[in-house]
């Protein structure tokens, strides 16, 4: 069976200052795929960042990095300067026929 | 950009009442998933589709549960004997491979 697992519940950081997310995760499959997403108080699913995991450079999307070390089975998100629309929860999620997500992480943005 | 849709945004209902959620699924994507988030806690996967038939469930998709392509667009989940424990946000995501899934905006199913 295939986990997820994020240690942090809550987290804050100040607004233009650069936060990281931790996720690790457990699975049998040689080739998957790991997402964040992003989950604000409308509730919507809004997908931030995908890692191959036979790639081995770390993806990128804007104020959004990930760092992916497969042997740790660790991927975890950073967040540049941060912004106070980056408030919500953030879910890491792995493969497989479905999606298998972790509890999630509270980012609170303060100004 | 394509997105998936979902109606209604929000639906109340009495116990024991048949609900259906549905769902219009990105026009070109093969795959489609309900999962299901209960309040404060983490997002739970349901059940996939493919080629007109479930590919996976889980112990959560017990029989009060089903899903349904009815037409070319639509992708519906109906739940027959709604309990207050089904209370929760109800996603619908598609996929056109197996691994990159978009969600819709969910459905919040209030059972009273």
């Known amino acids: 069976a295939q986990t997820v697992t994020q240690s942090q519940p809550e987290m804050s950081v100040q607004e233009a200052e650069t936060v990281t997310l931790s996720c690790t995760y457990d699975t049998s499959e040689s080739n998957y795929y790991l997402f964040w997403y992003k989950q604000p108080p409308s509730r919507q699913m809004i997908l931030v960042i995908r890692?191959?995991?036979?790639?081995?450079q770390n993806a990128t999307e804007n104020r959004f990095s990930v760092n992916f070390q497969k042997a740790a089975k660790s991927f975890s998100l950073k967040i540049s300067d941060s912004q106070l629309g980056d408030t919500a929860m953030y879910f890491c999620a792995l493969s497989g026929s479905r999606l298998t997500f972790g509890e999630g992480t509270q980012l609170t943005v303060n100004p | 950009e394509p997105e998936v849709t979902q109606t209604p945004s929000h639906q109340v209902t009495q116990m024991g009442q048949e609900v259906i959620l549905r769902c219009v699924p990105i026009s070109n994507h093969l795959y489609f998933y309900w999962y299901r988030q209960i309040l404060g806690q983490k997002v739970e996967f349901l059940v996939s589709?493919?080629?007109?038939?479930?590919?996976?469930k889980s112990e959560i998709f017990d029989d009060q549960f089903s899903v349904e392509r009815p037409d070319g667009s639509n992708f519906t989940l109906k739940i027959r004997s709604t309990k207050l424990e089904d209370s929760a946000m109800y996603f619908c995501?598609?996929?056109?491979?197996?691994?990159?899934?978009?969600f819709g905006p969910g459905t919040r199913l209030t059972v009273t």
């Open positions: 890692q191959e995991a036979y790639k081995q």
């Open positions: 589709f493919y080629n007109n038939e479930i590919s996976e």
């Open positions: 995501a598609s996929s056109g491979t197996t691994y990159e899934q978009y």
